[in-house]
């Protein structure tokens, strides 16, 4: 998700997320995943006014290791006391794995920033398998 501004983009609306998130002191965690890893950058907790230092520092590139990241959110989503637990995935959609929708996620929501000169709707089709909602971020395919 590095090219054309996507990883701004999609940092953008985390913040926006986040701070909707804050406004309802919901609960919140943060996984990001790029390369061969999955990292969790804000574990489970009442969520928090901005912080430069947590989003400045979400890379991305290498490669998108999509199924073992929704399998770890699988897991907090699991041990989530929430009433409603939701999944936001921010994807350029540019992983060849599918993976099931995470059976813990009573919401999940597919946020996608595809910009490719042809786009291959992976996101989309993604979506649609798990009966998703599905959101075309500004200026992406």
């Known amino acids: 998700m590095r090219n ?47 912080n430069d230092d947590w989003i400045a520092p979400i890379a991305a590139g290498g490669g998108t290791p999509l ?9 907090l989503l699991a041990h989530s006391a929430a009433r409603q637990r939701w999944l936001w995935l921010l994807t350029d959609g540019r992983s060849s794995e599918s993976p ?4 813990a996620a009573d919401f999940a929501c597919v946020v996608d920033f595809e910009a490719a ?9 993604l979506a649609a398998r798990w009966r998703a909602r599905y959101l075309s971020a500004p200026g992406a395919s």
Do not use: I, T
Not at 13 to 40: I, K, N, P, T, W
Not at 67 to 75: F, I, K, N, S, T
Not at 117 to 125: D, S
């Open 4 to 50: 054309d501004g996507n990883l701004a983009r999609a940092k953008g609306l985390l913040l926006s997320l986040m701070e909707e998130a804050y406004q309802r002191r919901d609960h919140v965690a943060l996984l990001c995943f790029a390369g061969e890893v999955v990292e969790l950058r804000l574990p489970p907790r009442r969520a928090s006014a901005w």
């Open 100 to 103: 099931m929708r995470p059976e």
């Open 67 to 75: 199924a073992l990241g929704v399998q770890r959110a699988d897991q």
């Open 117 to 125: 000169r042809v786009p291959l709707h992976r996101a989309k089709q």
